[in-house]
Structures are given as structure tokens and as C-alpha cells.
């Protein structure tokens, strides 16, 4: 079973921060938070992970609780091509048979225009 | 970052019959992963394949109806076997990036199955 909840939808005008928020309360310590999307028809595409600092990238900012039982994806000034669903989840970061990705329902967000 | 192709990209088959999934990586790589995604849904892990060794499954997917190859460290195939409708969706080869200093794992841009 997947190990995080998100909201099933969100929506973002174009040009503002989309917030997207995930809840992760049974992470160990060795797990890592990673964010996917999967624009339609396409694979899933990597966009960031993180351990328990904040991290950034070109395309997104990663903000992890103190507690890390929580976190939130930022997309600082959404386009229309960000409309997607996104991921979270939790895994390993070294490479193992334990590393597995087990894929939620993830959050299907929204740009308007 | 890893390059994925399948095929076929897409097929529509008769109830009953077997289709073949074919992943090919340009990079060697340990683990090759299959999910299924079923019209509107997340993704769902089938099995992990290692090379030179059998898929491992998981709960609800059985080795008779998917059965997988791996054969070298840059293919791999995934059978539906005896397919229903239920069977209709798309199926994702995924890789973890060897050598990585940290697992980002890339999926390739799926077969989508057509049972009648």
C-alpha cells in the first residue's frame, strides 16, 4: 500500500505558486520523499526529492516538515503545461530490492488560464 | 538519464489471446519494473524483474497470466496472458538509473492495451 495522501485534485491559475501538499505520518528514517508527475498519456516524469531539508530545482521547491510527516511541492509560477497529476511518495534512497515505487492516487492539478 | 522504448505503443486484441510487451533500455541497468495502469487510475506494480533471475510479484499478479523475461541488462518483455477485457490499460516499463547516487527511476511511454 502506498505510504502517502494527497488530495485527489487542486486547481492553480497560470503564473501563480501551486502548493501541492502530501501526507506521509509512517515515513522511517531511511525513506526519502519523492515527487513524480504524469502529464496525459505519458509516463511518469521525476521533478524532486528529499530527506528533511527544504530542496529546489529547476522545476520545483520540495518543503519537508520538521517532523517529516508531511511535505509540499511548489511550483513557483505554474503554466499551462504543469497541468498533470503528481505523486508523492516515499522510498529508499540507495538502490534495493526494497526501493520499489508504490504509486497513491496522487493529485490531479489544474492550471486556468 | 535512461532512454525507454516499448512496444508495441498501443494494440487491440480479442478476448482470449496473448500479447507481448517488449521494454528496451539504452543503458544497462539491474532492476526493471512493469506497472499497469487501468483507465483513470494511479499505477500499480506487476513485478520486478532482475537479470538472471525470476520476476518477483506482487500480491494479486500471478507469473501464469504475466509472465516477464529479462534476459540482458537492457530488456525485457511482459506477456498478458489469456487476455479479458479487464486486462485493457496501459502497461509501463520503469528502470532505476545504475550508478546513481540516488534512485530516480524512469518510465517509458507505455503500451496501451485494447482487450474486446
Known amino acids: 500500500d502506498a505510504k502517502t495522501t494527497q488530495p485527489p485534485s487542486m486547481d492553480c491559475a497560470e503564473g501563480r505558486a501551486a502548493n501541492l501538499p502530501c501526507n506521509h505520518s509512517t515515513i522511517s528514517g531511511n525513506e526519502y520523499v519523492y515527487w513524480y508527475r504524469q502529464i496525459h498519456s505519458q509516463g511518469p516524469q521525476y521533478i524532486i526529492h528529499?530527506?528533511?531539508n527544504n530542496e529546489t530545482n529547476e522545476m520545483a521547491s520540495l518543503i519537508i516538515t520538521e517532523d517529516r510527516k508531511s511535505s509540499t511541492l511548489i511550483l513557483p509560477h505554474a503554466t499551462l503545461r504543469d497541468t498533470a497529476v503528481y505523486y508523492c511518495?516515499?522510498?529508499?534512497?540507495?538502490?534495493?530490492?526494497?526501493?520499489?515505487?508504490?504509486f497513491g492516487s496522487g493529485t490531479r492539478l489544474s492550471i486556468r488560464p | 538519464s535512461a532512454v525507454i522504448s516499448q512496444k508495441p505503443s498501443r494494440d487491440i486484441c480479442q478476448r482470449g489471446t496473448s500479447l507481448t510487451i517488449q521494454c528496451q533500455v539504452d543503458?544497462?541497468?539491474?532492476?526493471m519494473f512493469w506497472y499497469r495502469q487501468q483507465p483513470g487510475q494511479s499505477l500499480t506494480l506487476i513485478a520486478t524483474?532482475?537479470?538472471?533471475?525470476?520476476?518477483?510479484?506482487e500480491s494479486g499478479f500471478v507469473i501464469d497470466k504475466f509472465p516477464i523475461s529479462r534476459p540482458n541488462l537492457t530488456f525485457s518483455t511482459l506477456t498478458v496472458s489469456n487476455m479479458s477485457p479487464e486486462d485493457s490499460s496501459i502497461y509501463l516499463c520503469s528502470v532505476d538509473r545504475t550508478g546513481s547516487s540516488y534512485n530516480e527511476q524512469f518510465f517509458g511511454p507505455g503500451t496501451r492495451l485494447t482487450v474486446l
Open positions: 524483474a532482475n537479470q538472471g533471475s525470476e520476476a518477483t510479484y
Open positions: 528529499g530527506l528533511k
Open positions: 543503458s544497462q541497468v539491474t532492476m
Open positions: 511518495i516515499v522510498r529508499l534512497l540507495q538502490y534495493s530490492s526494497a526501493s520499489k515505487i508504490i
